[in-house]
């Protein structure tokens, strides 16, 4: 079981906007920035959202934000090689340990 | 461009030791803003965290897992180390290195698949 949850599956239309969550504690979303990972077709991760900022190349309709003890990632205008598993991230300090969430299934239809 | 590769051997024994290296490029690896770690994912399952090495050499590591692990840099080679000892099937996974924070990655490895099977 993931110290962090996730929806398993979440799905949207080409244009849409698209929420997915993060949600963990006080020992980590609550304290720590989150990391977003994107994973396609069982490729190596690629991270769309690192420290609160996007990293080069990657499009300005991801974003991130916090709430609390949840983390959230939005696509703006979903395309459809957004397809993806997409993962997040941070650090538990009751645990020392870096925590992933158990991955959200992404379709676009 | 900072890129990061994986090598080491694609089969292990149970009970034996898996041992991968991942090679950094096209960047520093002695950063003072920068963990370098290792994350694995079996066979269709998600992401598991093993654990972090600064370039001094101070590690975190995965209670679960700590025990069995050992990361270890050699800023000379732009290279550090997993060792994981007594493997099991369990062990079977595809092995990312990376680069990132204390919270997590910005860099990624292409990953390396590792069976453990006698």
């Known amino acids: 079981q993931s110290a962090l949850t996730q929806e398993a599956s979440v799905s949207g239309t080409v244009g849409q906007k698209v929420t997915l969550s993060c949600t963990g504690n006080?020992?980590?979303?609550?304290?720590?920035?989150v990391g977003w990972y994107q994973q396609i077709s069982h490729g190596a991760p690629k991270t769309v959202i690192s420290e609160n900022s996007l990293p080069s190349g990657i499009p300005d309709r991801f974003s991130a934000s916090k709430s609390g003890t949840t983390a959230s990632l939005t696509i703006s205008g979903l395309q459809p090689e957004d397809e993806a598993d997409y993962y997040c991230s941070t650090w538990d300090y009751s645990l020392s340990a870096v925590v992933f969430g158990g991955g959200t299934k992404l379709t676009v239809l | 461009q900072l890129q990061l590769q994986e090598s080491g051997p694609g089969l292990v024994k149970p009970s034996e030791t898996l041992s991968l290296t991942c090679t950094v490029s096209?960047?520093?690896?002695?950063?003072?803003?920068?963990?370098w770690g290792w994350v694995r994912q079996p066979p269709g399952k998600g992401l598991e965290w093993i654990g972090n090495i600064y370039y001094s050499g101070s590690t975190y590591y995965n209670p679960s897992l700590k025990s069995r692990v050992t990361i270890s840099v050699d800023t000379s080679k732009k290279q550090f180390s997993l060792k994981l000892i007594s493997v099991t099937a369990a062990d079977t996974a595809v092995y990312y290195c990376?680069?990132?924070?204390?919270?997590?990655?910005?860099?990624w490895g292409q990953g390396t698949l590792v069976t453990v099977s006698s």
């Open positions: 006080n020992n980590n979303i609550g304290t720590y920035a």
């Open positions: 990376a680069r990132g924070f204390l919270t997590g990655c910005d860099y």
């Open positions: 096209g960047g520093s690896i002695i950063n003072n803003n920068y963990y």
